[in-house]
């Protein structure tokens, strides 16, 4: 927990972003405009010229209202301020390949909008859900800490014993249901726990992203060998992955890369939002697709451990270039010498080389003479073949059409926002074997956007035709794929 004595506070009032945003003459704006294009919507990045556009929008009312002077500068001088090192509002940079800047919100601003957000009066404010939230916490934390084996299967039969109560209760028709105030209490608890979670993923980005800055200054800065820049960086790199934050963030992507994970939150979104209590507080639309937002902040987190890692290899290459051309400049610089010398040597000695030495080789040690063997060929006339061959089998070569294969896709994708390969190919056999299963999985890599779960493996099989023409079933067993829309 921070402490927040007067110097403390100080700092942050200097230093933070967040407090300088709120400082700022302009507050109401900035506030205003950046949740209604990056946080409402779940904008990761947006360019420069639509960032500039949206802003010019918000200006002309504005404009309209206090004058002309309110606000003179263009829309892109406010977005290239705000971005600046003093500010630090907005993140401006250049994704590889382009030469248009792109935008996003720092992990600070968002803290700055949430507490804005929270000073608003709320009509409903749950107390139940969040006391039976902590409550739950505090069992899994005593359950999750026990070491010892007979009170952990006291309190699992205590459980069992509460759930087999309950079904007598159910089945005997007494069916408590939750009134319009608990679910109201609950799902607000949850539309607050969800915006929470996509704020958190900014900030596990962020901290990414300032690793793979250091990296890049200690490379630019570097002058020792590769083995220890490249033993200090994936050390630093293991310490983040391993840290407390790091392996939560890699269960929750686990748990959320699961299809059947996102299926059943999808249904139970569906289910929430359709009950009357709920829809009285009028959720947010896209409430009904958060857990994709999740996915995508997600991806975000992991597009940038990904460019920290082409950062090591691009060092690498550099390296190995570096070195090749260090060794062409020396190998050069010899043979330049050598031409300078050639017309008019030195005087005395010059250079030094190893004394000159006979080989000797004995009569004896050398091999016998041994004679090449000549094959011998025996007169044979030849045969001819057999003239009653189908020459048909040159031209039955196993095609795959990949075309198909992708509409197939395509298709799934349509119905469901993530397929995995088993469900393909149960919809639709494998008709060329093996060969078919690795034009799926070619696909995977080049077409579409896909995962693969390395912790669980699927079966997938096929029909075949024996040596004998009787029909038998091959299987081949490989980690889940997932394809994804």
Same mark, same amino acid.
Do not use: C
């Given at each position: 927990?921070?402490?927040?004595? +007067?110097?403390?506070?100080?700092?942050? %009032?200097?230093?933070?972003?967040?407090?300088?945003?709120?400082?700022? $003459?302009?507050?109401?704006?900035?506030?205003?405009?950046?949740?209604?294009? +990056?946080?409402?919507?779940?904008?990761?990045?947006?360019?420069?010229?639509?960032?500039?556009?949206? !802003?010019? $929008?918000?200006?002309?009312?504005?404009?309209?209202?206090?004058?002309?002077?309110?606000?003179?500068?263009?829309?892109?001088? /406010?977005?290239?301020?705000?971005?600046?090192?003093?500010?630090?509002?907005?993140?401006?940079?250049?994704?590889?390949?382009?030469?248009?800047?792109?935008?996003?919100?720092?992990?600070?601003?968002?803290?700055?909008?949430?507490?804005?957000?929270?000073?608003?009066?709320?009509?409903?404010?749950?107390?139940?859900?969040?006391?039976?939230?902590? +409550?739950?916490?505090?069992?899994?934390?005593?359950?999750?800490?026990?070491?010892?084996?007979? %009170?952990?299967?006291?309190?699992?039969?205590?459980?069992?014993?509460?759930?087999?109560?309950?079904?007598?209760?159910?089945?005997?028709? $007494?069916?408590?249901?939750?009134?319009?105030?608990? &679910?109201?209490?609950?799902?607000?608890?949850?539309?607050?726990?969800?915006?929470?979670?996509?704020?958190?993923?900014?900030?596990?980005?962020?901290?990414?992203?300032?690793?793979?800055?250091?990296?890049?200054?200690?490379?630019?800065?570097?002058?020792?060998?590769?083995?220890?820049?490249?033993?200090?960086?994936?050390?630093?790199?293991?310490?983040?992955?391993?840290?407390?934050?790091?392996?939560?963030? %890699?269960?929750?992507?686990? +748990?959320?890369?699961?299809?059947?994970?996102?299926?059943? &939150?999808?249904?139970?979104?569906?289910?929430?939002?359709?009950?009357?209590?709920?829809?009285?507080?009028?959720?947010?639309?896209?409430?009904?697709?958060?857990? /994709?937002?999740?996915?995508?902040?997600?991806?975000?987190?992991?597009?940038?451990?990904?460019?920290?890692?082409?950062?090591?290899?691009?060092?690498?290459?550099?390296?190995?270039?570096?070195?090749?051309?260090?060794?062409?400049?020396?190998?050069?610089?010899?043979?330049?010498?050598?031409?300078?010398?050639?017309?008019?040597?030195?005087?005395?000695?010059?250079?030094?080389?190893?004394?000159?030495?006979?080989?000797?080789?004995?009569?004896?040690?050398? #091999?016998?003479?041994?004679?090449?063997?000549?094959?011998?060929?025996?007169? !044979?006339? #030849? &045969?001819?073949?057999?003239?009653?061959?189908?020459?048909?089998?040159?031209?039955?070569?196993?095609?795959?059409?990949?075309?198909?294969?992708?509409?197939?896709?395509?298709?799934?994708?349509?119905?469901?926002?993530?397929?995995?390969?088993?469900?393909?190919?149960?919809?639709?056999?494998?008709?060329?074997?093996?060969?078919?299963?690795?034009?799926? &999985?070619?696909?995977?890599?080049?077409?579409?956007?896909?995962?693969?779960?390395?912790?669980?493996?699927?079966?997938?099989?096929?029909?075949?035709?024996?040596?004998?023409?009787?029909?038998?079933?091959?299987?081949?067993?490989?980690?889940?794929?997932?394809?994804?829309?």
């Amino acid at each position: 927990m921070v402490n927040l004595d +007067f110097a403390t506070l100080e700092a942050l %009032r200097t230093h933070h972003p967040a407090w300088r945003l709120l400082r700022s $003459d302009h507050a109401t704006l900035i506030a205003s405009f950046l949740h209604r294009v +990056f946080i409402v919507p779940n904008a990761r990045v947006m360019a420069a010229a639509d960032l500039a556009e949206a !802003l010019e $929008d918000e200006l002309y009312p504005v404009r309209q209202q206090l004058g002309e002077s309110a606000f003179p500068k263009p829309a892109s001088d /406010y977005l290239n301020d705000w971005a600046a090192p003093d500010k630090g509002w907005l993140r401006k940079f250049y994704r590889p390949g382009t030469d248009e800047a792109q935008f996003d919100l720092t992990p600070a601003t968002e803290k700055a909008i949430a507490w804005l957000a929270q000073l608003s009066e709320r009509q409903f404010v749950g107390t139940e859900s969040r006391l039976l939230m902590l +409550f739950e916490l505090l069992k899994q934390l005593d359950q999750g800490s026990e070491p010892d084996p007979a %009170r952990r299967i006291a309190e699992l039969q205590r459980q069992r014993d509460a759930i087999d109560a309950e079904i007598g209760r159910v089945l005997g028709g $007494d069916v408590p249901l939750l009134d319009d105030t608990a &679910l109201k209490d609950r799902f607000q608890q949850f539309a607050q726990g969800a915006r929470e979670l996509l704020s958190d993923f900014r900030e596990v980005e962020h901290n990414f992203r300032l690793l793979d800055r250091r990296v890049r200054e200690r490379i630019a800065l570097w002058e020792g060998g590769k083995g220890a820049l490249l033993e200090e960086i994936m050390s630093e790199r293991d310490a983040i992955a391993d840290s407390d934050q790091g392996k939560s963030f %890699r269960a929750f992507w686990d +748990f959320l890369l699961s299809s059947r994970r996102q299926e059943e &939150l999808s249904a139970l979104l569906e289910r929430a939002l359709s009950l009357p209590a709920v829809s009285d507080l009028q959720p947010d639309e896209r409430m009904r697709r958060v857990h /994709y937002d999740w996915m995508e902040a997600g991806e975000h987190a992991q597009r940038t451990v990904a460019a920290l890692s082409q950062q090591l290899r691009r060092f690498l290459d550099d390296q190995a270039w570096l070195e090749n051309r260090r060794i062409m400049d020396i190998l050069h610089g010899i043979e330049g010498k050598a031409l300078a010398l050639r017309e008019a040597p030195p005087a005395g000695d010059f250079m030094e080389i190893a004394e000159a030495g006979a080989t000797i080789e004995l009569a004896m040690e050398r #091999p016998l003479f041994a004679p090449a063997l000549r094959p011998a060929i025996a007169e !044979l006339a #030849p &045969l001819p073949g057999d003239e009653d061959i189908d020459p048909s089998a040159l031209f039955d070569q196993v095609v795959v059409d990949k075309a198909r294969l992708a509409r197939h896709i395509r298709h799934a994708l349509q119905e469901k926002a993530q397929v995995s390969l088993r469900e393909l190919v149960a919809a639709q056999p494998l008709q060329h074997g093996l060969a078919e299963l690795l034009a799926y &999985l070619q696909l995977g890599s080049e077409t579409f956007s896909s995962a693969v779960d390395e912790d669980r493996s699927e079966p997938i099989a096929w029909q075949a035709l024996a040596a004998d023409g009787s029909q038998l079933t091959r299987s081949a067993r490989l980690p889940r794929v997932i394809f994804m829309r």
